[in-house]
């Protein structure tokens, strides 16, 4: 078993920043491949960010390629989102998420074991 924790959600002003963390305890963190989701009201829950075992790979959804930049520490079981230019259509409640499947970068729910909690993101126009 493996539990998540998310934390750094908030409100922005469009253009601004923020950095997501999320803590993991349980098993092996290292052992996980880890991922971002997002759901917006109204709307299916949606792939951010994701990134392999050891960090080596990463994959980012179109709308936030270039803007978002997934990273992971596995020293501190932690994997973190930072988040710029942000965009009031970024709102949403963020996900993070651990996946056992391995040595590869995972963009499909279904294929995520584990879950946090959510964290909310607001971003003002």
């Known amino acids: 078993q493996v539990q998540l924790v998310e934390s750094g959600g908030g409100l922005v002003q469009a253009g601004g920043s923020l950095r997501l963390s999320c803590v993991a305890s349980g098993r092996t963190f290292s052992n996980y491949a880890m991922g971002w989701f997002r759901q917006a009201p109204g709307k299916e829950r949606e792939f951010v960010a994701g990134?392999?075992?050891?960090?080596?790979?990463?994959r980012y959804a179109d709308s936030v390629k270039g803007r978002f930049t997934i990273s992971r520490d596995n020293a501190k079981n932690t994997v973190y989102l930072q988040m710029n230019s942000l965009k009031p259509e970024d709102t949403a409640v963020y996900y993070c998420?651990?996946?056992?499947?391995?040595?590869?970068?995972?963009?499909?729910?279904?294929?995520?074991?584990?879950w946090g909690q959510g964290t909310q993101v607001t971003v003002s126009s």
């Open positions: 990134i392999s075992w050891i960090g080596g790979s990463t």
């Open positions: 998420a651990a996946s056992r499947v391995p040595g590869t970068v995972v963009v499909t729910d279904r294929l995520y074991d584990y």
